[in-house]
């Protein structure tokens, strides 16, 4: 699930859809190609024009036809999700939602259990608290790619009412912050950030959280590492030559 602050972004993030890209910004389609595996990007929608939980509706249709579908259409069973920036607030946004579903379905629900659909999550410098956590709201008055003043203005336009954005809670329990979420059920993640991300803590935050439900999970934190800019994961277009070793570290997981 592409980042863009739930502002920007689409296909052609991760392929080359008519358009010229910069090398490095085609992430889904260097790991196709690099891995040798098949990637699945979903176009959501995006704000102001589609506000939450639109983008996350768009998420819980694409892994819907993933459970019922990808099997005949991609030849395999065995699936990882991934997101970063805004895309990890959508992803286990999502997670959450299957998790629900399951829940709502029954027996007949089992395989779109968060962990019995998805092996593993590979979640790089998520953003799962839109009210703002501490590194966020500290961050003022910096600009390191992004601000603090950035970030909640496209908080403020993805989650346009204030009582429904600020609130501690997760989606599922009537706010739009997933760190807030209990997490039970879940896969087991990877968690990367760099040191002096705005979304730091998000990431720690999340992390700790998903180890105290007694799920795997392994952070990786990268030192004088920016959002984007810094983590060698193949996403930096300074780095074309780099494999994205998020992946290859998922490989460590159950």
């Keep these: 699930v592409e980042c863009g602050g739930e502002l920007t972004g689409g296909l052609e993030q991760d392929?080359?859809?008519?358009s010229d890209l910069a090398v490095g910004?085609?992430?889904?389609?260097?790991?196709?190609?690099?891995?040798?595996?098949?990637?699945?990007s979903v176009d959501y929608r995006l704000s102001p024009e589609a506000a939450f939980p639109l983008p996350v509706d768009d998420c819980v249709a694409a892994a819907l036809w993933?459970?019922?579908?990808?099997?005949?259409?991609?030849?395999?069973?065995?699936?990882?999700?991934?997101g970063e920036s805004a895309g990890?607030?959508?992803?286990?946004?999502?997670?959450?939602?299957?998790?629900?579903?399951?829940?709502?379905?029954?027996?007949?629900g089992d395989h779109l259990a968060p962990a019995t659909l998805f092996r593993c999550v590979n979640l790089v410098y998520g953003w799962y608290d839109l009210g703002g956590s501490p590194s966020n709201l500290g961050f003022r008055p910096r600009r390191l790619v992004l601000s603090a003043e950035d970030l909640e203005w496209a908080a403020k336009l993805f989650v346009p009412d204030d009582a429904l954005r600020t609130?501690?809670?997760?989606?599922?329990?009537?706010?739009?912050?997933?760190?807030?979420?209990?997490?039970?059920?879940?896969?087991?993640?990877?968690?990367t950030v760099g040191s002096d991300d705005p979304l730091r803590d998000?990431?720690?935050?999340?992390?700790?959280?998903w180890a105290a439900h007694g799920i795997d999970a392994e952070l990786e934190v990268y030192p004088g590492a920016a959002h984007v800019r810094g983590i060698p994961i193949g996403l930096d277009h300074s780095c074309p030559h780099l494999l994205p070793i998020s992946c290859a570290s998922l490989a460590h997981l159950p």
């Design 15 to 18: 392929f080359a859809i008519g």
């Design 25 to 40: 910004c085609v992430v889904g389609e260097r790991m196709a190609d690099e891995l040798h595996i098949a990637v699945v």
């Design 66 to 82: 993933l459970a019922e579908q990808g099997p005949a259409v991609l030849g395999t069973d065995l699936y990882t999700v991934g």
């Design 88 to 108: 990890g607030h959508l992803c286990v946004s999502m997670l959450l939602r299957l998790r629900e579903l399951a829940s709502q379905r029954g027996i007949a």
């Design 167 to 191: 609130r501690r809670a997760g989606p599922e329990a009537g706010g739009a912050s997933p760190l807030y979420s209990h997490l039970g059920g879940m896969p087991p993640a990877l968690f």
């Design 202 to 209: 998000d990431t720690l935050f999340m992390a700790a959280r």
